[in-house]
């Protein structure tokens, strides 16, 4: 028992440092790329600043410099099927969307002071803004899915595949608005309309003519 407790201490000890190194990496990418713009740095001066090897660089980081800038897409994707899943009884699915989707733009600003700068380095960038589009869509399918498992929908439906687009898309609009938060509600809200009017009918699709 004692010998697998310390397997199970040396298991999270070391899940911790990489934790650190990864955390390292992706914080002096960002500070370089905010003190001196995306273009400018490269990959082998992280490194260097983080005190790793580039070939160490991109084991974290396998997808290129771009994923320096965006490290949450597997926290983003369960978080927003949790939206839908695990909503409060009687919250429609189009409000708690629009509730976690406005909670995500504010609570960005209040974990790290230079969440705006971020913004706006993604915002002048075009290889990040475009990277950041395609993060977002990635979750189209996960999303879509879980819309149709909570309407009892087919998992295929096309009203479950672009309501879930749609939605995401409204993360790329909101970066280019002063206010983000007030950005996203409008165009959830928008969604909504469309939403309700075609889906509160019933679980089955509508059907055609």
């Not at 597997?74 to 978080?79: G, V």
Request: net charge neutral; charged share 25%.
């Amino acid at each position: 028992m004692a010998e697998t407790t310390g397997r199970a201490g040396t298991g999270g000890l070391r899940a911790r440092k990489k934790a650190a190194t990864r955390q390292a990496i992706a914080d002096t990418a960002l500070r370089l790329f905010l003190e001196r713009g995306y273009e400018q740095v490269g990959v082998r001066e992280i490194a260097e600043g983080a005190d790793v090897s580039v070939s160490t660089l991109f084991n974290y980081f396998p997808h290129g410099k771009e994923a320096l800038v965006f490290d949450e897409d597997a926290r983003n994707e369960e978080a927003l099927v949790r939206a839908v899943t695990d909503r409060s009884p009687g919250r429609t699915v189009p409000e708690a969307l629009r509730a976690h989707l406005v909670r995500f733009a504010v609570a960005g600003h209040s974990r790290d002071p230079r969440f705006a700068d971020l913004q706006r380095l993604v915002q002048e960038t075009p290889a990040l803004t475009a990277y950041s589009r395609a993060m977002w869509l990635r979750h189209e399918h996960a999303l879509a899915r879980a819309l149709a498992g909570e309407t009892g929908r087919p998992q295929d439906d096309p009203l479950c595949a672009a309501y879930a687009r749609f939605t995401l898309e409204t993360i790329a609009f909101a970066g280019t608005r002063p206010d983000p938060a007030a950005a996203i509600d409008a165009a959830c809200l928008l969604l909504e309309r469309g939403w309700s009017a075609t889906a509160a009918g019933g679980g089955a699709a509508p059907k055609e003519g």
